[in-house]
């Protein structure tokens, strides 16, 4: 069994890994500052959510079931949210699940709005809902999926040991980060053009050497002396 290394005063979302796999200060913006903007983006991003949050959805087909709006829980990484959708397939190679007869193999199943992305951010949160549930059911779950809506198609990913180091790294990462409540400087590229904080972040003023207040203070002299 997994021993616990937060408790639950200590838990993060667990949504949030993927916003700190793309831009930890987009993260400390949102987790930290509390804020928050819609863009086109989070809003269709939400729309497909949408279609599968209702946690009383529960549709059997012999032996298999899809349950949806799955609350779980990670106290090894100290996070906790909702899994879009968690498949159970019946098989003698699974394991009892409570209300349930027989042995039961677990998935959870991801819906993006766009496509793969050509980083981790997606593959991290996938992998963190599959932690949660090793821990929950005291399984082993070696792959997961992914439904793109811009695409249409499943893909299944492989929850290798490499990408559970990177999700616990990232995981002790933004509890420290949290615990210091800091928001970190931005680290400037293409993303910046993608992220709806962009105009609350001011990315570029982030890596000035000179301080916020000593940079007001010249803009402000500046605007005296035109006075």
Same mark, same amino acid.
């Given at each position: 069994m997994t021993k616990s290394r937060y408790a639950d005063d200590d838990?993060?979302?667990?949504?949030?890994?993927?916003?700190? *796999?793309? @831009?930890?200060?987009?993260w400390a913006l949102i987790h930290i500052e509390r804020q928050w903007i819609e863009n086109l983006r989070t809003q269709e991003g939400k729309f497909v959510h949408e279609l599968t949050d209702d946690p009383y959805f529960h549709e059997s087909?012999?032996?298999?079931?899809?349950?949806r709006a799955v609350p779980m829980v990670s106290y090894s990484l100290g996070l906790y949210g909702v899994a879009d959708i968690v498949e159970f397939t019946r098989s003698e190679k699974g394991v009892p699940i409570?209300?349930?007869?027989?042995?039961?193999?677990?998935?959870?199943?991801?819906?993006? *709005?766009?496509?793969?992305?050509?980083d981790e951010r997606d593959e991290v949160q996938l @992998?963190?809902?599959?932690?949660?549930?090793?821990?929950?059911?005291?399984? *082993?779950?070696?792959?997961?999926?992914?439904?793109?809506h811009e695409v249409r198609r499943r893909q299944s990913i492989p929850i290798s040991q490499g990408l559970r180091?990177?999700?616990?790294?990232?995981?002790?990462?933004?509890?420290?980060?949290?615990?210091?409540?800091?928001?970190?400087?931005?680290?400037?590229?293409? *993303? @910046?053009?993608? @992220?709806?904080?962009?105009?609350?972040?001011v990315p570029k003023l982030t890596k000035k050497k000179t301080s916020v207040r000593k940079y007001i203070g010249n803009h402000v002299g500046e605007a005296c002396i035109r006075d």
């Open positions: 838990l993060l979302s667990l949504s949030g890994i993927q916003h700190f *796999r793309f @831009c930890k200060r987009q087909r012999g032996n298999f079931i899809i349950t409570p209300d349930l007869e027989g042995f039961w193999l677990i998935k959870p199943v991801e819906y993006k *709005r766009g496509k793969p992305k050509i @992998c963190a809902q599959v932690i949660c549930l090793e821990e929950m059911f005291g399984i *082993r779950i070696n792959e997961a999926d992914f439904f793109y180091t990177l999700v616990k790294t990232l995981a002790d990462d933004m509890h420290d980060v949290f615990k210091k409540g800091i928001t970190p400087k931005a680290e400037v590229g293409k *993303r @910046c053009y993608l @992220c709806s904080l962009s105009d609350v972040c």
